[in-house]
């Protein structure tokens, strides 16, 4: 047997995965064990987790190995310095010091957060380093259904490069092309975020669900100005209106000049139309990118699959224009797309690519369970906690659970639900999930704003069962880590009226759009869950059985926490969540719980608890 532990971290989104003889077994970011959201620290529980998931201690590990590569980011850093230099000092003057202290002496300081998993972990040379981008292309490559496939890699950036291209053949992984720092889509629709009033890392998402709110009005000003897009998609920025190769910020004075206001404040500024309007523009250079990218490679490799990871991955807008154009005959996305997914890549990319194992495909599909990886908990346990946080509860067998929730569902309950194993990756994928009716023209309003205490333009996403899909939305193709946007089939759209149609902005989010209105966007879009029984057969069921008594096969799916805090990991977390918003229901694998049950003194606003995302 051997086993090989990947570790991402000290970026954002740290995470650790194990794969035991190629298979991948586990995988888990930090943030869901710490609470604190995208924490980049070393992922000390997440290690913990993947060990005792699989009864091993570190010193049995044969190899670990880091998914990047520290003295070609500092080469990078000190290069940048230097070639903008006076203008970084402040910049440079605050990131040496944790430099010199920490990151570039790596794999000692690696080799010393390893040990206190287990002192008889003696030797450093079972630690070894990827690239930052190989990492995200073996990712997205060795777990796909593929043989053969052309990987597209788009991020922030890695040591030097933001955008990659490669080919997957069997057990191999060729980089065939590169775009370098400080050219990166990444970084360019990071500025827009910040611009937006969005925190960087963590707000690109916001922008994206922002953007069908606005007209594209600046996108000509953006390629006149920003950005110079070659025909096959590569690309070069103009740095002059930039301030993250130095600065402490993503945009300067010039930025904000050329779009004619400053940068938003979140804390005192409203979102206006304007802001609606930038965030369209983005998206629209951001889709005209991807897609020149994808066209050019499919003509110049004439390969028919494609697989894509790279933060920008998770920009499920662009890759269901990507998916329309049938540009590929195949496309797979790594549902852990961003930095967390370096982790999974760099483990699969040593067990493939260093060690020459031969590569096989299981015929049915990719190789990442549902991404169902993280812990999951028993009866037992499950009942000793309840009963210690004086929770009160009743335990059903599974049928009888699941025709309870679906009817509860059915009478507009909103529901906690936690099931098998966490989801690894941004998205809950109906194990760590809260869901609701869809077909509710309050749900969409009443989730953002009594459940996830968050902005209202927000949209939610439809979990559906696979052989359904089809007959409610223009997508008739997998989509199991909800990364593609596709719209509402015509038959079930409520067309607007004229005066539906004038309205501006965040006016249009009361407009009843479609039969399932609390997952159709303000463009009669969704971002679709298709559920598969092989891979978590419970929801699949629950789903049935909602279809049974209503006729509508699938329901609202968004991530089990309150805004500004991670997915929730355990029984403490959900009953918490559960305690602390407008949640009717929760249900922990066979336990239901009921609000008006509960002790009232247990109620809480822990909301305080977490920064704003």
Known sequence: MKSILGISAFYHDSAAALIIDGKIVSAAQEERFSRKKHDARYPHNAVEFVLSHSNLKLSEIDQVV?????????????????????????????SMPIWLREKLFQKKFLFDKLKKH?????????IYFSEHHYSHAASAFYPSPFKEAVILTL??????????????????????????FPHSIGLLYSAFTYYTGFKVNSGEYKVMGLAPYGQPKYKDLILKELIDIKDDGSFRLNMKYFNYATGLTMTNDKFSKLFGEKARDPKKDLLTQFHMDIAASIQAVTEEIVLRLTESISKETKIKNLCMAGGVALNCVANGKVLKKNIFENIWFQPAAGDAGGSLGAALAFWYQELGNKRQINGKGDSMQGSYLGPSFKDDHIEKILNSLGAKYEKKDEANLISTVAEELNNKKTIGWFQGRMEFGPRALGARSIIADPRSDKMQKELNLKVKFRESFRPFAPSILREDVSEWFDLNSDSPYMLLVANVKKNIQIPMNEKDQKLFGIEKLNVKRSSIPAVTHVDYSARIQTVHKETNTKYYKLLKKFKEITGCPLLVNTSFNIRGEPIVCSIEDSFKCFMGTNLDILVCENYILYKEQQDKKLKKNYQSNFELD
């Not at 287990?118 to 079972?126: E, H, R, V, Y």
């Open 155 to 180: 991020d922030g950036v890695g040591e030097w490069a933001t955008t990659t291209v490669a080919v997957g053949k069997e057990n191999k992984i060729t980089m065939i092309k590169e775009i370098h």
């Open 66 to 94: 880091f998914f990047e590569k520290p003295f070609l980011k500092f080469e990078r850093l000190l290069e940048t310095y230097l070639a903008f230099a006076p203008k970084g000092f402040a910049s440079f003057s605050m």
């Open 118 to 126: 287990d002192k008889n972990f003696k030797d450093i040379n079972k």
